[in-house]
């Protein structure tokens, strides 16, 4: 009897199987608990996906999508166009298999983000530049955490987007700049006669950017071989006159080679603030211009075009700084 019950207690078979039992609930348990996670990681995702399209959109909405703009009218943001550009954007997103209800489930505000404090605050006026995209999706079901007492969740997402004039430009920028008090589009256009001659009084001239040397070697890679490094409001440039016939000559073949097909080659350059070029200066601003002419054949050499109103480069960065002299947008940004 004795040897029998020792082997009673030394039997852990039943116990075994209870454990088991137990892990394999908790183990599935946790299992769907990953499963309802991973489903709402992905509806979290969708609803962001969504809010960064629409506000995107919506701050490339705030201007005029056909660019150039060449007419000297007043160009404010279009806060209605915003609107409307993000709200039909956020709508062909779908979210956790529908789309999105324009009532209840998105919300769109069109204001000013400040660089600064990195806050937006709503109101369309002149100086608005951002948009901002609220997406929500309520009850979005639990399958498996029914177990636990949750049976859906409240889902949210918001995304903030600006466009704005230009305070940067990435490297490549051709070494021409102009002085900002002739840099205004006009209607007829008038074209600026950008001689490249000795003068005390001159309305452009030729740039490098520091430590960089003002030789035509130099101006010559800047044009060939885009090498002018990223510039930004504020950079001290070193400004040069001279009708240096090489660099005319580099300037009129790329002309020829990439852009007299259209007849014309929009580019954008710095603006300073000075009626002499022949010494350092700083960037006070970009402005779009619409080189139409290189004249590289007679003894007065020049570079002939008009200053555009508006006009969108992918080199742009924004910045508070560019508004002041706007012309140049950078692209839509996302900035939350």
């Not at 166009?81 to 956020?90: E, G, P, S």
């Not at 007679?298 to 002299?325: C, F, H, N």
Request: with cysteine.
């Amino acid at each position: 009897m004795n040897i029998r019950f020792r082997k009673g207690l030394s039997d852990q078979s039943g116990s075994i199987a209870i454990i088991v039992g137990i892990a394999i609930f908790v183990l599935l348990g946790l299992s769907a608990l990953a499963l309802d996670i991973a489903h709402m990681v992905t509806v979290k995702s969708q609803l962001q996906k969504a809010a960064d399209a629409g506000s995107l959109a919506g701050a490339r909405g705030l201007w005029p999508l056909v660019q150039p703009v060449k007419n000297p009218t007043t160009i404010n943001p279009d806060c209605a166009a915003a609107f409307l550009a993000a709200q039909l954007t956020t709508l062909r997103n779908q979210v956790d298999g529908s789309n999105l209800a324009a009532d209840g489930e998105i919300t769109i505000q069109v204001g000013l983000w400040n660089y600064q404090t990195k806050t937006f605050t709503p109101g369309c006026t002149t100086n608005s530049n951002a948009v901002r995209v609220s997406t929500r999706r309520d009850g979005v079901v639990m399958l498996f955490a029914k177990v636990f007492g949750i049976s859906t969740a409240n889902l949210s997402a918001t995304a903030t987007a600006v466009q704005d004039f230009a305070s940067a430009m990435g490297g490549g920028t051709i070494p021409i700049t102009l002085d900002k008090k002739v840099a205004k589009p006009t209607e007829p256009p008038t074209i600026l006669k950008v001689r490249m001659t000795p003068d005390n009084t001159d309305n452009a001239g030729w740039f490098v950017v520091p430590p960089d040397s003002a030789a035509a070697a130099t101006l010559k890679d800047y044009i060939n071989k885009k090498e002018c490094p990223p510039l930004k409001i504020g950079d001290i440039i070193n400004l040069q006159n001279g009708a240096d016939a090489s660099v005319i000559s580099a300037l009129k073949d790329e002309f020829d080679t990439y852009h007299a097909a259209d007849g014309y080659w929009d580019t954008c350059i710095p603006l300073v603030e000075t009626a002499k070029f022949g010494q350092d200066e700083p960037v006070v601003g970009f402005v779009a211009f619409r080189i139409t002419n290189i004249i590289n054949t007679t003894s007065d050499k020049r570079v002939e075009g008009e200053v555009l109103q508006l006009i969108d480069s992918p080199a742009a960065m924004p910045g508070p700084a560019g508004k002041t002299y706007g012309g140049v947008l950078a692209p839509p940004k996302a900035v939350q």
